[in-house]
């Protein structure tokens, strides 16, 4: 199936590309049907994209997905929509090593023909804005930089020579020249503040949508539909199971919402009937047959999480029961005693004899490349390409068992990951359900057991 795709990517981090990309999507959703993508591996810019068009963002991630799969999610999630808008992650050819494309938004480029338009932070620069594009440019020809988003220009004197410089030095057409503004998306250690948490976030949308009106989207339409013409298939993507009545409780509020779309598709895929709640809220522990714990900021809502008896306590209970709970990094944390930030300290459910503390250094931030340990009763022996981004660390270092052995990452002590309590899992390891294909399907059925 063909559709019209573009990239916006940047020069590199902290230069507009979420804000922007964000802003395009809404503007475009008033006429169109917008398919939102993030390169990389992101649950937060996300969420941005989905307040946007209304609409699931998904990612691409040639490190955890292979080329085929990426091609798959990519016609599937498209196949409906009219436009794909997908935003890049750090600079354009930043990957996974110095000169490698994997992991790169080039790469993603490649693999889906797509033109891309830079978004290139020109503050203080004219001429040197052409050079940045050019050397662009020139690092590798088979990616059709079409276009050019100049960012924090001051005044119309500046927007004038920037445009000027980069069009007749770089033939490569600006589409937007975007002034100078306070506004700008809240952040925090992992990144962004989150679209669960934010009560403005209509307003928010708004204000991305008023920045980006400086952008001529019909400019970034034409780019757009000069997409190499590839039929994307557009196949379901998930293995199916049989509906057997098992329910799977997920939390989703604002300290829970790292998930990525497809691995709660695949549970439901599997059979599984998904159960919403947000404990942060007052809500108890659903009652299920297994629970997903998914990341997020627990320790910024940890008064919340800990003054909620029904959800630490049923949590407790369901896990001495032998119930199957998975818990991911934010997850982790709730399974531990306490957790531990900005000197105060929270009970939290007490699954695993260790606590939970927040330092000020990142502890974690790499892909992962792991295998699955004979205590994972979940993936014994699976080889698994995830990823990991958190600033706290358990302690005292358990003895395990663990549920993964780590070949490239940090996980808990450097070599393992996943504490295991009877059919309790907890990771700092986040998995893609179509990175590991056995996700879906054998969450559901150790659920059932």
């Keep these: 199936m063909k559709i019209r795709r573009v990239i916006i990517a940047g020069a590199g981090s902290g230069v507009g590309k979420t804000t922007i990309a964000t802003g395009v999507m809404a503007l475009l959703s008033k006429r169109y049907r917008v398919q939102g993508f993030k390169v990389g591996p992101d649950f937060i810019d996300p969420a941005y994209h989905a307040a946007a068009t209304g609409r699931p963002s998904r990612n691409l991630d040639s490190f955890m997905l292979d080329r085929d799969t990426i091609l798959n999610i990519f016609g599937w999630s498209t196949r409906d929509a009219d436009i794909a808008i997908i935003e890049g992650v750090r600079g354009l050819y930043d990957g996974l090593t110095p000169t490698g494309d994997t992991g790169s938004t080039a790469e993603i480029a490649k693999i889906l023909g797509a033109p891309v338009v830079l978004v290139v932070n020109a503050r203080s620069l004219a001429k040197s804005a052409a050079a940045h594009v050019l050397g662009f440019k020139m690092l590798d020809k088979s990616i059709r930089i079409e276009g050019v988003i100049l960012n924090q220009v001051s005044g119309e004197r500046h927007r004038k020579k920037a445009i000027?410089?980069?069009?007749?030095?770089?033939?490569?057409?600006?589409?937007?020249?975007?002034?100078?503004?306070?506004?700008?998306?809240?952040?925090?250690?992992?990144?962004?503040?989150?679209?669960?948490?934010?009560?403005?976030?209509?307003?928010?949308?708004?204000?991305?949508?008023?920045?980006?009106?400086?952008?001529?989207?019909?400019?970034?339409?034409?780019?757009?539909?000069?997409?190499?013409?590839?039929?994307?298939?557009?196949?379901?993507?998930?293995?199916?199971?049989?509906?057997?009545?098992?329910?799977?409780?997920?939390?989703?509020?604002?300290?829970?919402?790292?998930?990525?779309?497809?691995?709660?598709?695949?549970?439901?895929?599997?059979?599984?009937?998904?159960?919403?709640?947000?404990?942060?809220?007052?809500?108890?522990?659903?009652?299920?047959?297994?629970?997903?714990?998914?990341?997020?900021?627990?320790?910024?809502?940890?008064?919340?999480?800990?003054?909620?008896?029904?959800?630490?306590?049923?949590?407790?209970?369901?896990?001495?029961?032998?119930?199957?709970?998975?818990?991911?990094?934010?997850?982790?944390?709730?399974?531990?005693?306490?957790?531990?930030?900005?000197?105060?300290?929270?009970?939290?459910?007490?699954?695993?004899?260790?606590?939970?503390?927040?330092?000020?250094?990142?502890?974690?931030?790499?892909?992962?490349?792991?295998?699955?340990?004979?205590?994972?009763?979940?993936?014994?022996?699976i080889r698994i390409r995830g990823h990991e981004f958190h600033y706290s660390r358990v302690s005292p270092i358990p003895q395990g068992p663990y549920a993964?052995?780590?070949?490239?990452?940090?996980?808990?002590?450097?070599?393992?990951?996943?504490?295991?309590?009877?059919?309790?899992?907890?990771?700092?390891?986040?998995?893609?359900?179509?990175?590991n294909k056995e996700w879906g399907i054998r969450t559901v059925q150790e659920a059932s057991r």
């Design 164 to 381: 000027e410089a980069v069009e007749s030095l770089t033939k490569t057409e600006v589409i937007g020249a975007i002034e100078r503004r306070k506004e700008r998306l809240p952040e925090r250690h992992l990144g962004l503040v989150t679209m669960p948490e934010k009560k403005d976030a209509e307003a928010t949308i708004e204000m991305t949508a008023d920045i980006a009106s400086e952008i001529d989207l019909e400019r970034l339409i034409d780019i757009s539909e000069r997409a190499e013409p590839i039929d994307f298939p557009a196949e379901f993507p998930f293995r199916k199971g049989e509906n057997q009545g098992i329910k799977i409780g997920i939390p989703f509020d604002k300290a829970y919402s790292f998930y990525y779309p497809e691995n709660i598709e695949s549970i439901e895929a599997a059979g599984a009937k998904v159960v919403k709640f947000k404990p942060t809220e007052g809500d108890a522990l659903p009652d299920a047959d297994g629970y997903y714990i998914g990341g997020g900021y627990p320790e910024i809502f940890a008064e919340e999480i800990s003054s909620n008896r029904d959800f630490m306590e049923g949590l407790k209970s369901a896990a001495m029961e032998g119930k199957l709970i998975y818990g991911e990094c934010g997850g982790l944390m709730t399974f531990c005693k306490s957790v531990s930030y900005d000197g105060k300290r929270w009970n939290m459910a007490g699954i695993f004899d260790c606590d939970a503390e927040v330092t000020v250094e990142r502890q974690g931030l790499a892909y992962v490349n792991a295998t699955g340990t004979k205590h994972n009763f979940l993936f014994p022996g």
């Design 404 to 435: 993964y052995s780590i070949e490239r990452g940090v996980g808990i002590d450097g070599k393992n990951d996943g504490l295991i309590k009877k059919r309790t899992i907890g990771a700092y390891l986040h998995q893609h359900a179509l990175s």
